[in-house]
């Protein structure tokens, strides 16, 4: 057989025309000059570094930035002491909506504005916020043309990037890490509930064990899944129920407000500080020094590492099946599964994705616990970190899209289902040595089940083989008829009936947490 263009394209479902007239636009040489995950990627990976990107972070300063000197306009308007006042204006509402509008407005122009300030200053939170002032300064639509010192007073960096951080973390959670997971989590309901009746046997030591249902080997997986889910709803002293918050502090240099009292004693900066960054969804901390304690951080590292270990699970037991024959898989015209053996079909999303997964934990892992570890009140390692916690979660969402897709190309091989379920009646042993316990037969049920069961001897037990020497050991013992009808009949897998009930149990619960979910996360 001689390979011919022909029939090579066809294979392919393509034609050589389609093939040469692909070319390459401006879009398409930017995302090849990039490393390759993100090269090769890029539809998953894309909205998460766009959130992380440099854009969006010069974004949110903006957002800080301006929101405090709308905050500190309001705090001066209101003063009463007879210090000179670092804003003397009362802005109007459209001034302020003007002014909400920069960061909105702001574009790629403007980053390369930033950037020459910071070639200059070697500053880059400090250019950002100098950018601010010479627009304050040079449009006099703001109103706070003789007010412009007033950007970034009392603050120091790290009170800008902190709440920044807390941000973006806010972001990523509730439009991608909550969605992402949660959509993994109906996955696996679904599977659930569709297969919750459908026998199969169980391992334990990799070995047959007993019966179980497929839909249930899915749930136990969604109620460990579940179990990391509530956390993201948490309960204040009066028992209502608030979104997981990320933290920030807007304390000043060290986290006395020392600067604070030296300009304005008379102020309670605590309470409007406060409310300033709650109004961004974020819990402020009161006590700090110069950064944030990166508890919460971790805290968060820890469920995304929960999550992680039961998905892993799942991919690992579904890819153990797979390689069992317990599934088929669906492929599409012209996919291979091999590049040289014909006959393959490898779950090799699953792999690379169990993989990808755990490193982006490990990264998260590392990035949150060793911001925790900078010098005394602060140092440029959390900044440095802050940066490249895009690449830690695209990691964990290429990862869990990998494990998910994979996972929705296969359906149940439900012939080598029953036929393993044939070639393994021993299986039943231990619900019929429970019976027969229960009906009182003399001599050790245990024994006498272990010795049917082939327990010493290498066993060519079948079906058959087991279902006559059952019958006999009835008859031994004199069971009554009615009672050996019932003792044979668990050979059958009649046993999971409260696996049933504990898998329709469990789906109720996970619906719960999902409806509670999607009340306070807004169902993105």
């Known amino acids: 057989m001689v390979l011919t263009l022909d029939s090579l394209l066809q294979g392919m479902d393509l034609t050589l025309g389609e093939i040469q007239n692909t070319k390459a636009d401006s879009k398409d040489e930017e995302r090849l000059r990039r490393r390759h995950l993100d090269a090769k990627y890029g539809k998953t990976l894309d909205p998460i570094n766009e959130i992380s990107g440099l854009i969006e ?20 308007q209101n003063y009463e002491g007879n210090r000179r006042k670092i804003i003397n204006v009362n802005l109007t509402e459209e001034q302020k909506q003007l002014l909400r509008a920069i960061p909105d407005s702001f574009n790629y122009d403007n980053q390369l504005q930033i950037d020459l300030i910071e070639s200059k200053t070697n500053h880059d939170l400090a250019a950002t916020m100098d950018w601010l002032k010479i627009k304050l300064l040079i449009e006099p639509a703001y109103g706070l043309q003789n007010d412009a010192e007033a950007v970034h007073f009392l603050l120091t960096s790290e009170n800008v990037n902190g709440p920044c951080f807390a941000l973006e973390n806010k972001k990523i959670m ?18 659930g509930e569709r297969y919750i009746e459908m026998p199969m046997i169980a391992l334990t030591h990799g070995q047959p064990a007993e019966y179980t249902t497929l839909g249930k080997k899915y749930l136990n997986i969604a109620h460990a899944l579940d179990e990391s889910l509530k956390k993201f709803i948490i309960y204040d002293e009066k028992g209502e129920m ?16 020392n600067d604070n009292v030296a300009a304005y004693p008379d102020i309670d900066w605590r309470k409007s500080l406060d409310a300033l960054i709650e109004s961004f ?18 805290a968060f590292a820890n469920i995304l590492s929960e999550i ?8 690992r037991d579904f890819w153990d099946a797979v390689s069992g024959q317990l599934y088929n898989k669906i492929t599409k015209k012209a996919e291979k599964g091999s590049s040289v053996m014909p006959q393959k079909k490898n779950p090799w999303l699953v792999e690379g994705g169990i993989a ?5 934990i490990a990264q998260l892992r590392y990035s949150f616990e060793t911001m925790r570890r900078y010098h005394h009140e602060g140092d440029m390692s959390r900044s440095i970190l802050s940066r490249d916690i895009g690449d830690d979660y695209g990691k964990f969402f290429l990862g869990i899209s990998r494990i998910m897709s994979e996972m929705k190309k296969y359906v149940p091989n439900e012939n080598e289902i029953k036929r393993q379920i044939k070639q393994h009646p021993e299986v039943s042993t231990a619900p019929i040595m429970s019976a027969l316990k229960q009906m009182g037969i003399e001599g050790d049920a245990y024994r006498e089940m272990q010795e049917l069961s082939g327990f010493n001897c290498i066993s060519d037990l079948n079906w058959e083989i087991y279902r006559t020497k059952l019958s006999l050991l009835c008859d031994k013992h004199h069971i009554m008829e009615e009672n050996k ?31 509670t979910l999607n009340e306070l996360y807004g169902g993105k």
């Open 57 to 76: 972070l010069s974004k949110d300063r903006l957002r800080i930035g301006v929101e405090y000197v709308i905050a500190l306009a309001d705090i001066m």
């Open 174 to 191: 509730e439009d991608y890490v909550i969605p992402k997971v949660t959509g993994f989590q109906r996955m696996l309901l679904d599977f």
């Open 242 to 257: 608030h979104p997981f918050r990320f933290t920030a502090s807007m304390r000043g240099a060290v986290g006395n407000l």
């Open 281 to 298: 969804g974020i819990e402020s901390l009161d006590m700090s020094d110069q950064s944030d304690t990166f508890l919460r951080y971790q």
């Open 308 to 315: 992680e270990l039961t998905i892993e699970k799942q991919g």
């Open 356 to 360: 990808i997964f755990g490193k982006g």
């Open 485 to 515: 009808d019932y003792i044979m009949n668990l050979l059958d897998p009649i046993t999971v009936s409260e696996a049933i009930k504990m898998g329709r149990d469990c789906i109720a619960r996970c619906n719960r947490t999902l409806d």
